[in-house]
């Protein structure tokens, strides 16, 4: 985590390090002003910001809640807000759960001023008897959020409801005498209503008495009070092993809904725009030049598409475009990634903040890119610079139609003067 690296070189503190885990407790369920900065340790720009951040985490200290958050690390918690690009700062006030976009300067007095306004906004509304500080109340005083976010479950309706269903659902089975049930019921209503609201309703809480519907907690082998088990359709439940804390339960709750996002999608290059846009808010795009269409038809080019789309599937976790383009359309392109006219498919992944490319070396095959894309996660794999340090010159063209190709047709001979009686013998 360099930015927190850095900060630390300087000797701060002041500047609290965020995750999953401890989201939920530190910023949504205070009642402080928090400014959170969303970051990827390998971003210029954050690097920049550091030693910025740290003056105005010690200027406010006391007063302004200042944090970071890896969200290269943590992505399920960064797309959870909306961050697509670095770094991404966020003022978490009234509203915990609709924080505003920072927009002003990254000096730390810019930071400090905006701190001090957004503070002084939540005391004129407090004043004014709006409310402030978590919209949920705290675990001590038995926690919040609207009981219907849990969804009673019962014999005759888990299956329509639950197996049916094509989102997410975390199913408590409890009992009514049970003493570790009730102290897991504030705060499993709480994490419902918050879960409700984070994903849209893809990641649902339920909760089945177990004592009345014996026959749902013998089809689950349900032995013990309270027993937690996730059910995503098609598949068998897992049982849920994290704490039992409302915070526990969301960060799991978010990250099944990060598993079940779609995939980015896949773009063909038509113009500059589509290049320039994905490779600067993406840490890496991944390109691919397949063959051309009169070489694979249009059968074997969706075949070479479905594979890149089964990849962006398995890396969907990761801030990352996915484009292609046809061999030839983009020349430039080509000679600035060494590709150079011949190898189709071809794939490379482009950090367009460094300028710098790698490229697949072994089979264009969910096997060859998934060991291409592994290597890049962990930091591995040669690299070069992109030909000209910079983007190339993009054509603009027009999208494939998803046919085959067509050879283009060639003038006719006109053939009506020729004596065709004299085309064997021969001239003297």
Not at 112 to 130: I, M, Q
């Amino acid at each position: 985590m360099l930015f927190l690296y850095l900060l630390r070189r300087v000797g701060v503190d002041d500047v609290v390090e965020l995750n999953p885990s401890n989201f939920n407790r530190e910023v949504i369920q205070s009642d402080s002003l928090w400014l959170v900065e969303f970051y990827a340790p390998w971003c210029g720009h954050c690097k920049s910001l550091a030693p910025e951040w740290k003056k105005a985490a010690t200027a406010l200290k006391g007063i302004v809640k200042v944090g970071a958050v890896d969200a290269d690390q943590h992505n399920s918690l960064g797309g959870q807000y909306g961050v697509r690009g670095f770094p991404t700062i966020k003022i978490f006030g009234a509203n915990k759960q609709k924080p505003e976009d920072y927009q002003g300067g990254r000096s730390g007095q810019a930071i400090v001023d905006a701190a001090l306004n957004a503070l002084r906004s939540l005391v004129k509304d407090r004043l004014g008897g709006k409310a402030g500080g978590s919209d949920y109340g705290k675990q001590s005083g038995g926690g919040a959020g609207n009981k219907k976010d849990v969804v009673e479950l019962t014999d005759d309706n888990f299956d329509r409801t639950v197996l049916d269903s094509d989102d997410v659902w975390m199913v408590e089975f409890f009992a009514p005498w049970c003493g570790h049930c009730k102290n897991l019921e504030p705060e499993w209503k709480a994490a419902a209503t918050e879960v409700k609201e984070q994903t849209k309703g893809k990641v649902k809480l339920g909760a089945v008495d177990a004592t009345v519907h014996q026959g749902l907690a013998s089809r689950y082998g349900i032995r013990g009070f309270p027993t937690i088990k996730i059910f995503r359709k098609g598949e068998e439940p897992e049982d849920f092993q994290g704490g039992r804390t409302r915070s526990d339960i969301v960060a799991r709750a978010m990250d099944l809904y990060s598993d079940n996002i779609p995939p980015p999608e896949l773009q063909e290059i038509l113009n500059e725009d589509v290049l320039k846009k994905t490779c600067e808010d993406y840490q890496l795009c991944i390109i691919s030049v397949l063959p051309h269409i009169l070489d694979t038809g249009a059968s074997g080019r969706n075949s070479y598409l479905e594979v890149m789309r089964t990849m962006a599937d398995k890396y969907k976790k990761k801030t990352w475009g996915w484009l292609w383009t046809e061999a030839g359309a983009q020349m430039d392109l080509e000679s600035s990634l060494g590709i150079g006219g011949f190898g189709y498919p071809a794939m490379a992944a482009i950090n367009a903040r460094k300028m710098k490319f790698a490229l697949l070396r072994g089979s264009f095959s969910e096997t060859g890119i998934h060991e291409f894309l592994r290597e890049l996660s962990v930091g591995r794999g040669s690299t070069a610079t992109v030909g000209g340090g910079a983007l190339p010159k993009i054509n603009t063209v027009e999208p494939w139609d998803g046919k085959d190709g067509v050879l283009p047709m060639e003038d006719d001979i006109d053939l009506s003067d020729v004596d065709l009686d004299d085309l064997g013998k021969d001239e003297l």
